[in-house]
């Protein structure tokens, strides 16, 4: 089983902040099969990167996912008020699939 | 529009029994795999088990192998998963999630849709 680590528990940035998040996973991700959800209290996650690097639909580019193998990055470039929230990567590319811990995105 | 509605949460004893069913629209259920994916009080995502597009390929984690059961009815468009011998542990929000793609391999698929959530406790 890949186990993922997302070290920063929290992060405490501004509005306008740049916010990089890590993921690392224990074992190499095949063909880059890692996804990134937002999640907010009391609601379901959203899907926001899949193939490291791909947004889904809807999302704002701000929103930007890279890395490969073992280091994946979650990028926001300016943070806006309704991105302070957790954020959780998943792996899929073999089985089982396994998210991370999270990391939550605090208003300093 | 995509959406995906959950019901059948509710308190259980140790031990017990409960059905989850996920009523879905707006996509063609039958040509994409759907999973179940938990969240405890307080705690991260959890995958629980996924079904293949056509119900003949299910996969489990092993914390709940033996004790759910996946299944999915393409007539209805609606996913269930049967829950017995209920523990402590199983007390989480219980998500459907829909496959990002048809075809998810052994199992494992990033997730495009998800429902509200139904909660289960488990407790005496």
């Known amino acids: 089983e890949i186990v993922l680590t997302q070290s920063q528990g929290t992060l405490s940035l501004s509005p306008g902040e740049r916010a990089t998040l890590s993921c690392r996973a224990s074992?190499?991700?095949?063909?880059?099969?890692l996804a990134w959800y937002q999640q907010n209290p009391g609601q379901a996650p959203r899907l926001l990167i899949y193939?490291?690097?791909n947004r889904a639909t809807g999302i704002p580019d701000r929103f930007s996912g890279s890395g490969s193998g073992t280091d994946f990055t979650l990028t926001i470039s300016r943070l806006e008020p309704e991105d302070f929230a957790v954020y959780y990567c998943?792996?899929?590319?073999?089985?089982?699939?396994?998210f991370g811990g999270g990391t939550k995105v605090e208003i300093k | 529009e995509v959406q995906l509605l959950e019901s059948g949460g509710g308190l259980v004893q140790p031990g017990g029994s409960l059905r989850l069913s996920c009523a879905a629209s707006?996509?063609?259920?039958?040509?994409?795999?759907l999973s179940w994916v938990r969240q405890a009080p307080g705690k991260g995502l959890e995958w629980v088990s996924t079904?293949?597009?056509?119900?003949?390929?299910?996969y489990y984690a092993d914390s709940v192998k033996g004790r759910l059961t996946i299944s999915r009815d393409n007539s209805k468009n609606t996913l269930f998963l049967q829950l017995n011998s209920l523990r402590v542990e199983d007390t989480a929000v219980y998500y459907c999630?829909?496959?990002?793609?048809?075809?998810?391999?052994?199992?494992?698929?990033?997730?495009?849709?998800w429902g509200q959530g139904t909660l289960v406790t488990v407790s005496s």
């Open positions: 079904v293949s597009d056509n119900g003949g390929s299910t």
């Open positions: 074992q190499s991700v095949s063909s880059s099969y």
């Open positions: 999630a829909k496959g990002k793609s048809g075809y998810c391999s052994g199992g494992s698929c990033s997730f495009d849709y």
């Open positions: 998943q792996q899929y590319g073999s089985s089982p699939l396994t």
């Open positions: 193939g490291a690097s």
């Open positions: 707006g996509f063609t259920f039958s040509t994409y795999a």
